[in-house]
Each structure stands twice: as C-alpha cells, then as structure tokens.
C-alpha cells in the first residue's frame, strides 16, 4: 500500500491545519458549544468558502473538487487535532456520501449546497432498539398521493438540531429492504428533544407523525438503500478513525510536553522511568491506530465483505487506543486533567465518545470475528 500523499494532498493538509491553527481557537468553540448554537457559523462559511474542504471530496458537477476517501481522512485527521465540533461527519462523509450514490435532482441541490455551506444534514437511522444494525428500523413511509407519508421515532440523532435536512431510514409497504427520504428539518409533524452529549456537541431524539413529504423526498429506489447505508457506516467509521487519530496525536503532545515541565522533588516528571514507559506505551497504541486509520481508507473501495472487515478491526482498534491514551494522559496530568480550562479534558471527552459512536469496540470484534468466519466458510466451501 503506498501511504505517501500526493502534493494536492499536502497541500491540503497544509493549509487546513495552518488555518485551524490560527482560526479555530479551542476557548471560543467550547462556549459556542456550551452556551452558544453548537456551532460557529463564520468557521462553517470559511469552511467552504477559504479552505473548499466541504467538497473536496466531493464531485466536480456539484461544485466539488472530486478528491476520495484518503482527502476525507486528511481532513477528519486535521479536525481531530483542533477539536473541531462543526458537523463535517454528519453532513459531508455520511450525509453528501448518501446523497450522491443515489443520484437526482433533489440531491444534487442538496449537495451543491452542501459544498457552498448553506446545506448541513444527518443521518436519522438509529431507533430505541436498533443497537448498532441500522436495518433494524421501524419507521415507516406510505404514500399519499404522489408524495408520502412518515410515522416512526429516532433517537440519538447528532446534529440534528443544527441540520437543514434530515435523511430518514424507514421501510415502505412491500419491500424487505430500507428507503431514505429527505426531511426538512421544520417539517411539520417533526417534533424534536434536543441535548447536549458528553463531548459538548448537539444531538436529539426525533418523532415523526404524519410527516408529509414531496415524492421527490424518496432518494434513490426504494426499498434499495441498504447497501449505500452499510457503505455510509463504513466511511463514518473511517473518518471518526482520523479524527481520533488527529485527538491521540495531539493528547500525547500534550501530555510529554506537560512531562518535560512539570516537577516533581525537584525535576521534571518525565525523568521518572515508569512515566516514560507509560508514554510509551501511549506512542504504542498511537502507531497501531494510524495503521488502522490507513487501512480502512484504503479499503473503502474494495469489495463490501473485505471493506468492513477493516472498518470494524480499526473500530475496535480505534476504541481500545482512544480509553488508553485518554486514561493515560488525565492520569499524568493530575487533578488538572478532568479541568475545563486545560485542552486535555477536553479531548477525553471527545476521545470517550468516539468509542461508542457507529457502534461500540465489542460491537467491532464481534463483527470483525462474524465477518472472519463468514470468509473462512466460503474459503472451505470452494
């Protein structure tokens, strides 16, 4: 596998981490996300009107620049590192990837506004007992006419207080698999509990009565999206891989910076042995997310079976490395590291919740080790 980038690529990250750096201060994006609307519109306009990162990788006719999955990673990777709260997950891995395997007209408006800022979605997918399996849905769209009509409950639905459009799972009468409609986010007959999670971002439980909908709310066939949705998880996983890859980068930094300075009987703590190996042991754990991290972009396009495999081994891989490397570095820094003024707690918090996001680490290794044998089976039965 080559893991080199090109000099777009470089480029790419360049000037976005040079603009996080200078732009994206960690004060004002806690109080936006604590206080404020969840969300710092100016950053969201530069987003896609300085840096161009909300189509990069997306496509040319949409107003994209027609990047891939390795400039996704590049930039989940960046926004892992500055503790970005913007909605880029949501709205340009999972939701534009939505959008644009199932074509029309709809959703390319959608996408084009999606590229210029102006359109931010989610994905409304999970219910009271879906787990992970988003198959698992009992919402439901029948038709009214020429539109439809949609009944059901969501919950855990990030973003969705600051979303324009919902893009809602439900099943039709008559078909085994999953249909996605377009949902405006005032719609009448949506209703909306809005919180805050953990991690200081925005996220809600929905309920649907009697949504009504325009027939052109259907994205793609019906009864035909399930294998986009399996592919949108598989590319969320990839990209909350980067961004935690970009979080452990810069919790490490921090926490042997800290080492070099803070004294203890009269020299630096970092002098202690037993806290260099546990940096160690930090750095460890780092290496082996990176790898992962490369792995699941890169396989992103390779056949469904072998992809998420490599989604769910960097999943778990992922979860085990973010509870470390977070554990490890509010240890180190003593009582100041559960503190709301220090960086770190902040990104413990982050780190916490990407555990258990697009699925849990026992969820992945169960699935990685059900994929496993799946594979083996039809090994031996050719």
């Known amino acids: 596998m080559?893991?080199?980038?090109?000099?777009?690529?470089?480029?790419?990250?360049?000037?976005?981490?040079?603009?996080?750096?200078?732009?994206?201060?960690?004060?004002?994006?806690?109080?936006a996300?604590?206080?404020g609307i969840g969300r710092q519109p100016e950053i969201w306009r530069a987003f896609a009107t300085e840096v161009g990162i909300l189509g990069a990788a997306l496509p040319e006719e949409v107003g994209g620049f027609d990047g891939g999955p390795v400039e996704t990673q590049i930039i989940a990777e960046a926004m892992g590192g500055a503790l970005v709260v913007e909605p880029y997950l949501d709205t340009v891995v999972v939701g534009a990837g939505l959008l644009r395997r199932a074509g029309g007209e709809r959703a390319a408006d959608l996408l084009r506004g999606t590229v210029s800022g102006e359109v931010i979605t989610t994905l409304a997918a999970l219910e009271a007992d879906s787990g992970y399996n988003l198959s698992r849905v009992s919402t439901t769209a029948r038709r009214d006419g020429e539109g439809w009509i949609l009944?059901?409950?969501?919950?855990?639905?990030?973003?969705?207080?600051l979303a324009t459009h919902l893009l809602v799972t439900a099943r039709t009468p008559g078909?085994?698999?999953?249909?996605?409609?377009?949902?405006?986010?005032?719609?009448?007959?949506?209703?909306?509990?809005?919180?805050?999670?953990?991690?200081e971002r925005r996220a809600a439980d929905l309920v649907l009565d009697g949504v009504a909908v325009p027939a052109d709310a259907l994205l793609g066939w019906e009864g035909a999206s399930d294998d986009s949705l399996a592919l949108a998880a598989d590319e969320a996983v990839a990209a909350i891989a980067a961004e935690?890859?970009?979080?452990?980068?810069?919790?490490?930094?921090?926490?042997?910076?800290?080492?070099?300075?803070?004294?203890?009987?009269?020299?630096?703590?970092?002098?202690f042995q037993v806290l260099q190996h546990r940096m160690v042991d930090m750095h460890l754990e780092l290496e082996q997310s990176?790898?992962?991290?490369?792995?699941v972009t890169l396989?992103?396009?390779?056949a469904p079976t072998e992809r998420a495999r490599a989604a769910a081994a960097a999943k778990a891989t992922i979860g085990r490395a973010a509870r470390f490397l977070g554990q490890q570095a509010v240890q180190l820094h003593g009582a100041m590291g559960m503190t709301e003024e220090l960086a770190i707690g902040h990104y413990f918090k982050r780190l916490t919740a990407i555990q258990y996001e697009w699925g849990t680490t026992d969820q992945h290794i169960a699935?990685?080790?059900?994929?496993?044998?799946?594979?083996d089976a039809n090994s031996a039965a050719t």
């Open 2 to 31: 080559d893991f080199e980038y090109t000099a777009e690529q470089q480029l790419l990250r360049d000037t976005l981490t040079e603009f996080l750096a200078a732009r994206y201060d960690l004060e004002k994006s806690r109080a």
């Open 33 to 35: 996300a604590r206080v």
């Open 151 to 161: 009944d059901g409950a969501k919950t855990s639905v990030t973003t969705a207080p």
């Open 175 to 199: 078909s085994a698999g999953l249909s996605l409609f377009v949902v405006d986010a005032g719609a009448a007959g949506l209703s909306m509990h809005p919180y805050r999670t953990i991690d």
């Open 244 to 271: 935690a890859v970009g979080a452990m980068r810069r919790v490490l930094s921090d926490t042997v910076g800290y080492a070099k300075q803070r004294k203890q009987f009269g020299v630096p703590i970092g002098s």
């Open 290 to 295: 990176i790898a992962a991290m490369y792995l």
């Open 299 to 302: 396989k992103l396009g390779a």
């Open 367 to 375: 699935r990685y080790a059900a994929l496993t044998r799946a594979g």
